[in-house]
């Protein structure tokens, strides 16, 4: 069983959350919580269903996962709070719009002379299709966005810009996401919803707000992808990021 490992990990990947707050949570003492996680004790059946609620876990993920075999894929989940910026889009409805949105995006900023930038690419998901797209042509749609360099203005035809507002949100990092991307990266998406309705945050949606969205890049020679959930909450992120 690996309950006492399990709930030191939903502790962590819940904004670090110290002993103490869950102590108070759970209306037992800190003590409780250190035995509980060191496996001296196990919670009564009601306790064991109040930490399902708040880590919105099952019970049986909770006795008999291990939840730690995650860390090796997922880092931490942080609030970040992300500046405005420009960006213009392209969308593809098709098997494969990702590699499509994102070729035909490429295009366009190599005839804008946009290469010189670097410039940063995000994406996220179309939802807008036809059951008839979906089911019988077994198509899904995908946004590829690039985000514009401060000072430039695009003189050539063929894409609008549009303006992201500063807003918060909910970021989780995810290493080797093409390993096993119908896996990973749904269930990157699954635990920010969990830390959201276990914290303080919300998922939300504002006009003008991207409202899910995400990013791939190399570091140290690993392909990562941070995946954003815009939120909004009684505190305040720790951390203040520009794409620009």
Known sequence: MYFGKNLQYLRRQNGNMTQEKLAEHMGVSRQTISKWEAGDSIP???????LCELFSCTLDSLLRDDMNTR????????????????????????????DDAEASLKSW??????????????????????????????????TSALILPESFEPECPGAEILQQPEADYAVMTILDPFVQPFDRIPRAYGLILEYLRSGSYKKV???????????????DGIT?????IHCAGSEMPSITTSFI
Not at 224 to 228: A, F, L, N, P, R
Request: positive net charge; charged residues 20%.
């Open 109 to 142: 900023a190599a005839g804008c002379g946009l290469d010189c930038f670097s410039p940063t690419y995000i994406g996220w998901d179309f939802p807008y299709l036809s059951q008839e797209q979906k089911h019988r042509f077994g198509f899904h749609g995908y």
């Open 205 to 219: 949606h504002h006009q003008g707000v991207i409202p899910c969205f995400e990013r791939v890049y190399r570091k």
């Open 44 to 50: 009564e059946p009601g306790k064991l269903i109040e």
């Open 71 to 98: 860390n090796s894929v997922y880092l931490p989940i942080r609030v970040e709070r992300i500046l405005p910026f420009r960006y213009v889009s392209y969308t593809v409805i098709s098997k494969m719009p990702e």
């Open 224 to 228: 990562c992808m941070d995946v954003y």
